[in-house]
């Protein structure tokens, strides 16, 4: 059987789309498979995970519950207008309301976090359960904007635990801002408003990397000139690490590079880059490339144990971008933060702008302060979040900053990292579970993270026969995005382009968070199948010229 459906013209052409593009043509081919036969789409696409912290939650629910009741106490009108928490007391008025409440969902949560402010974190009963109420209540702008201040320290501590275990990098701030991708959006504009970074600057990727990385540098306003770190570093047996060889981490050292912009544990790859590496990025930028801003988005690092962000190894450069969405299940959440040290190179950098800058600025911030040059660079994130006029209503929603405080206090008090291992052992099912679809027994890798799988094909398919003409010959007559097109036609199956995320062309990504565990042996034995058509047309096209 051939593949005809969709002519290779057809597959150049739609190949120069985004993946994330891509893929609605994908999912509309496998649509109308599902339509005419008994196949059904299994889209693995996207890397929404079909799995939920439910503790958390359940604790939300139940203080949203408390805060209604608090709110009722206030009877000054009529029944559906009432007040909102009072202060004074409500600490004990929580302790006997949850005491009641015993067993059920969410109580016991709510007493630990509770205890784990007063005790562990020095807050005042009544003023950290009044930010508890008042936010979900969510009556209130965000004060202070950039973020609560008991959600601030227990984020914090979430994030020095989860991100740089065993290291204590002081005074660190937080701005919550609505998931991952609104961070990198406030990330860029504020370093081209405040004027240090410019349109054409060159900046260094690590590559494979989540796609919008890539497109935004390429957007009229930035036109950055682009310099790929390559994960191109391979195993004995020739398959793909992902990791950076030293070579490439070298590139750092061309002075004209502004920024490195890294995913850490790395998308599509996942796979956590290797502490030695870090130590040689480390040395760069603390040693040689003091000036260098670092940029990493860490949203995969719970999924692994002992994780260390580039946020430990060059603290004073790198800005680090953390979301909520995958790890709790929480993408419509939109819950993330930016952090920074509280001693930067960005505020540094600013104190060094020349006069005609900062008059600039000065003009920017003018509203904000009597003294501009002062606003830290974390700060002029929120005002530009609002461009800076609207800063006075600036931040977060206070609802989604409460179940941030209460994902985070969750993770604090799960001392045994029963919710992390969870989680892990589900992605390391679907892992086997795919393998064992495709034939294969992948060998263990301590820096895998395996939340996605970036399978390059040509690598695979080599295995699958002793002929080495066979990839010259998928290479002749075929586009790298060919499989992914046949896969969705023929067998429901969509998957994205690692060639889109600057990997190797004959590469796809493979999710593993949003299907049933079984589904991913199904999409290896797909994958088989389509391997095996292409085996069979080569074999044609050998008895053709024979």
């Known amino acids: 059987m051939t593949f005809e459906h969709i002519s290779r013209e057809e597959i150049v052409e739609l190949q120069q789309l985004s993946p994330f593009e891509l893929k609605s043509k994908l999912i509309e081919l496998a649509d109308e498979l599902e339509e005419r036969s008994t196949f059904h789409m299994l889209n693995a696409g996207r890397g929404n995970p079909n799995f939920i912290a439910t503790t958390p939650r359940e604790a939300f629910f139940a203080l949203g519950t408390f805060a209604l009741e608090e709110s009722r106490a206030d009877r000054e009108w009529d029944h559906e207008l009432v007040g909102v928490p009072q202060k004074d007391g409500i600490a004990d008025r929580f302790r006997a309301w949850l005491a009641d409440r015993k067993g059920q969902p969410g109580i016991k949560l709510l007493l630990q976090t509770l205890g784990y402010g007063v005790d562990e974190c020095g807050f005042d009963a009544d003023s950290f359960v009044w930010e508890l109420a ?48 609104a961070a990198m959006c406030y990330i860029f504009d504020s370093l081209m408003l405040n004027r240090l970074m410019h349109r054409g600057d060159k900046v260094a990727l690590m590559v494979p990397i989540f796609t919008p990385y890539l497109e935004i540098t390429e957007l009229d306003e930035f036109d950055f000139e682009r310099v790929y770190i390559e994960a191109s570093a391979t195993f004995e047996d020739g398959r793909h690490s992902w990791q950076f060889p030293d070579s490439e981490i070298d590139k750092l050292l061309d002075p004209d590079i502004k920024i490195l912009y890294c995913v850490n544990p790395t998308n599509p790859p996942s796979v956590r880059i290797a502490p030695g590496t870090l130590e040689r990025i480390a040395d760069v930028v603390n ?179 002793s002929d080495p003409k066979f990839i010259e010959f998928v290479e002749a007559n075929y586009e790298p995005t060919d499989i992914l097109f046949r896969l969705a036609e023929q067998t429901g199956v969509v998957l994205l382009n690692g060639g889109g995320f600057e990997g190797p062309e004959w590469s796809v990504r493979v999710s593993l968070a949003n299907l049933r565990d079984k589904q991913y042996e199904e999409i290896g034995a797909a994958m088989i199948t389509v391997c095996e058509e292409y085996l069979a047309e080569y074999g044609d096209s050998k008895g053709k010229k024979g």
């Open 287 to 465: 040693n040689k490339r003091q000036d260098l801003i670092v940029i990493t988005d860490d949203v995969y690092g719970t999924f692994i144990d002992g994780f260390q962000s580039l946020m430990g190894a060059a603290p004073r450069n790198t800005i680090t971008v953390y979301s909520f969405s995958k790890y709790f299940g929480a993408t419509g959440w939109r819950l993330g933060t930016i952090g920074i040290a509280a001693d930067n190179v960005l505020d540094e950098k600013l104190a060094a702008l020349s006069e005609e800058d900062k008059v600039h600025l000065d003009k920017r911030y003018a509203p904000l302060t009597l003294t501009p040059r002062n606003i830290k660079f974390i700060d002029r994130l929120v005002a530009d979040s609002r461009n800076v006029a609207l800063n006075h209503t600036a931040g977060l929603s206070l609802p989604q900053q409460c179940q941030m405080l209460l994902f985070s206090a969750y993770c604090l008090l799960d001392k045994e990292d029963y919710y992390k291992h969870q989680a892990q052992a589900l992605i390391a099912r679907r892992y086997k579970a795919l393998q064992r679809g495709m034939q294969i027994d992948i060998e263990p890798d301590p820096n895998r993270v395996a939340y996605y799988v970036e399978l390059d094909f040509l690598v695979w398919a080599a295995e699958r026969t």
């Open 134 to 181: 008042d936010s979900i209540i969510g009556d209130h702008y965000p004060e202070p904007d950039r973020m609560l201040k008991h959600n601030h320290e227990i984020t914090k501590r979430y994030l020095m635990q989860e991100l740089v275990p065993g290291k204590d990098l002081g005074d660190y701030d937080l701005f919550a801002v609505e998931g991952g991708t």
